[in-house]
């Protein structure tokens, strides 16, 4: 039988293990997909390449459809959200440098700092800018004026930390680990310890490609949510890490990778489903950091772009 042809962004992190696998496994094969990932090298790549229709489908951050169907930076892009493909995996790291101005990684010792400290995030509008205005927050901090915050590349993070480019960042796995594994810094917050059960990736297609019933999107689902079964067991995380360290994907030391792994739930009910409820969520925050303008409908934009409909049917034939 032909395979259907298909080709799908992502980025190098740990939560990108169920495209990985899903391809390095068979799982796309056995559900008649003959898959294409493409690695790129910055959120923003991801997301030019996805509107502009060469790919077909791309792992994203789960702001991102939100944003693009905003038109934020400029680029509108009506998404589709009919899967998540993980939860957790994002902490924040600071440097040795900073560290050692800070009394024990205290956020609150960050405004006693003579001028504020430069913290990366990946994307202008990513899950980590609002993880880090949280996290500052509950230390009293204002995240306007008492850090400067940046936007670097989460496979550059490491490297501009070591360059003294930046003093922290918030970023996901493996790219905490690799600056723990290299001496450079220390990570003092995972965002799931006080950011529990948010929704940190989903799989993403333009809307467009659903129109006229888009067949490939049932076995799509279904192959990405078997990976993303198999790759949440603990007895395969190993052969995770393994397939993950490999040059194509992360190219990271394999006990880093093994350690990022840690951070992350890649099945059930939550992350898998595209809730609205978390959509929601984080537009709030959107509109709290004077992103988006309180005279959106926030609801209709969730239940737009977060489909548990076309999820709830994928799950109904596995």
Request: with cysteine; proline share 9%; glycine share 10%.
């Amino acid at each position: 039988m032909p395979h259907t042809s298909l080709k799908i962004g992502f980025v190098p992190l740990c939560d990108s293990a169920p495209l990985v696998v899903a391809r390095e496994r068979g799982f796309f094969a056995e559900h008649g997909l003959a898959v294409d990932l493409a690695r790129e090298p910055s959120w923003s790549n991801l997301r030019d390449k996805l509107a502009c229709g060469f790919l077909d489908a791309a792992q994203m951050l789960a702001t991102m459809p939100l944003a693009c169907a905003l038109g934020l930076e400029n680029l509108r892009t009506d998404l589709v959200a009919p899967l998540g493909l993980s939860c957790g995996g994002n902490a924040i790291t600071l440097g040795t440098g900073l560290l050692a101005g800070l009394d024990g990684g205290a956020p609150a010792a960050l405004a006693d700092l003579p001028a504020p400290p430069v913290l990366a995030i990946p994307y202008p509008f990513s899950t980590h800018h609002y993880e880090l205005r949280c996290w500052l927050a509950g230390a009293g901090l204002d995240p306007e004026r008492q850090v400067r915050l940046v936007v670097v590349p989460p496979p550059q993070m490491v490297a501009r930390l070591s360059a003294g480019q930046i003093a922290g960042f918030c970023v996901g796995e493996p790219w905490n680990s690799l600056a723990v594994h290299l001496g450079l810094g220390r990570v003092v917050a995972a965002v799931r310890d006080f950011l529990p059960e948010r929704l940190e990736k989903v799989l993403a297609l333009r809307r467009d490609r659903l129109e006229g019933g888009a067949p490939c999107l049932e076995p799509l689902l279904r192959a990405v949510l078997a990976a993303c079964r198999w790759c949440d067991a603990p007895e395969h995380r190993d052969e995770v890490a393994g397939i993950l360290s490999q040059p194509p994907y992360l190219n990271a030391p394999i006990e880093v990778v093994r350690a990022g792994l840690e951070r992350i739930r890649f099945h059930g009910d939550m992350p898998n489903r595209p809730d609205p409820a978390q959509a929601l969520w984080y537009l709030g925050q959107m509109e709290r950091a004077g992103h988006v303008s309180g005279a959106i409908d926030k609801a209709a934009l969730a239940a737009r772009t977060y489909r548990p409909d076309l999820y709830g049917r994928c799950v109904e034939r596995l």
